[in-house]
């Protein structure tokens, strides 16, 4: 099973700010990475698939990078709905796993 | 627009059979991969399986020896079947669809549906 860690577990930034998330496969998985976005209550919500591919309807603030076992999300200019916890994804190979999120809190 | 909704009890006693349905609306369940995934406070988000319209699964190895999956066309639904519970089993259960080219990350999701064992 592909293990996946994300740094850091909360990350505190400004609105208007960059926000930069990190995941790491403990082994190669190609680009076969995905990002989700969860809200309290709410299920998760793809942002990003391939590793940079944005998915439809995902604002253009939102991009992934990376590829093999570092991989990167990027929100450009937070906004306040930007503000939730993020998962990533594997689908390299089954079973599919995911990290441990990281939360996105307001500074 | 297509929505999922999964059902069925909240709650269910240790060693008994935990029983979901997740039902299709507003479209078919044809041509789809489809996953059960559940996430709890110590697991975080853990796939347990898929199944595809031809009725063929794959199961999490971890939980593959209680794990039961199936497809309903006629009624535009899939259940899941997980045995012998026990309070590790405690979760929100999502049910999700699979990308259209059968790839497999998520691209619509349950709003989830919480499942607590408990005597």
Partial sequence: EIVMTQSPATLSVSPGERATLSCRANQSISSTLAWYQQTPGQAPRLLI?????RAAGIPARFSGS???TEFTLTISSLQSEDFAVYFCQQYNSWP?????GTKLEIK | QVQLQESGPGLVKPSETLSLICTVSDGSISSYYWSWIR???????EWIGD?????NTDYNPSLKSRVTISLDTSKNQFSLKLSSVTAADTAVYFCARHHYSGWPYFTLWGPGTQVTVSS
């Avoid at chain 2, 996430?39 to 988000?45: D, I, M, R, T, W």
């Avoid at chain 2, 199944?51 to 009725?55: A, D, E, F, R």
């Fill in chain 2, 39 to 45: 996430q709890s406070p110590g697991k975080g988000l």
């Fill in chain 1, 66 to 68: 990376g590829s093999g």
């Fill in chain 1, 49 to 53: 698939f391939g590793a940079s591919t």
């Fill in chain 2, 51 to 55: 199944i595809y319209v031809s009725g």
């Fill in chain 1, 96 to 100: 599919y796993t995911f990290g441990q």
